[in-house]
Each structure stands twice: as C-alpha cells, then as structure tokens.
C-alpha cells in the first residue's frame, strides 16, 4: 500500500493539494526569514529557494520574487541585510492529481503583514 492509500486516503485531492502547498510554504517562510543576502546573491537565493521546495511532494513549481526596494530599505552599513517576510513575494503551486493549487505568501500593504493564502483553486 502506498501513501496516498494509507494517509491520505480521508481527504480530497483538492484538500491534498492544499495541504501539501500550505506545508511547504510554511516550510519555506521559517527556514529562509533571517538568511543574509544582498543584491549580489539575491538571484541565488530565489533560486535555491525554487529548486529546493520543488522537491516535496506533490510541488509542481516553486516562484520566488524578493522584493528589491525593501531590500534596499534594510540594507545595513555591513552591505547585507537579512530576508524578511515583508520582502516575499512567493507562489507555490501544489497538484494531487487533477488539482492544481497555489498557495501565496504575499506582503499585503492594508494588513502590514506577510500573509500566507490560498490564491487559486484548478480543477
């Protein structure tokens, strides 16, 4: 019996696909908030972020956007400055078969806050 018969046999495609977008982003937003950078690793840093998550489960693809004027807003006499969630802008996009769902974590101006949502529902 495989995985998806034993664990993940009471839930719906559409609520696998959630879950295991949801868990990766999660993921994602605690394991990179705090690593330095700077403008000249920023690329390699989206990068490894993209290729590393699109190893989980079920992760079709991975984008990853920092957002550079908060970047130069936090840049330090030091010349580097550490991610924040406010300078995310990241889209995952989950599939379980004949879904397909992207998960969002996005700086929203009106909330001042780095939410994480459920974007899109394909099905």
Request: charged residues 30%; hydrophobic residues 45%; aromatic residues 10%.
């Amino acid at each position: 019996m495989g995985a998806k018969e034993e664990y993940f046999s009471n839930i719906s495609n559409r609520e696998r696909a959630i879950f295991e977008g949801a868990i990766s982003m999660g993921a994602l937003f605690h394991q990179f908030v705090g690593t330095p950078f700077n403008k000249t690793n920023i690329a390699s840093l989206e990068k490894a972020m993209e290729e590393s998550f699109a190893l989980q489960p079920c992760i079709e693809k991975v984008e990853v956007s920092i957002d550079l004027d908060r970047l130069d807003n936090a840049m330090t006499e030091f010349e580097y400055t550490s991610l924040s969630g406010d300078m995310l802008d990241v889209k995952i996009y989950s599939k379980v078969d004949d879904v397909l769902a992207v998960i969002r974590i996005k700086f929203i101006e009106e909330l001042n806050y780095p939410l994480m949502y459920v974007e899109e529902i394909i099905e």
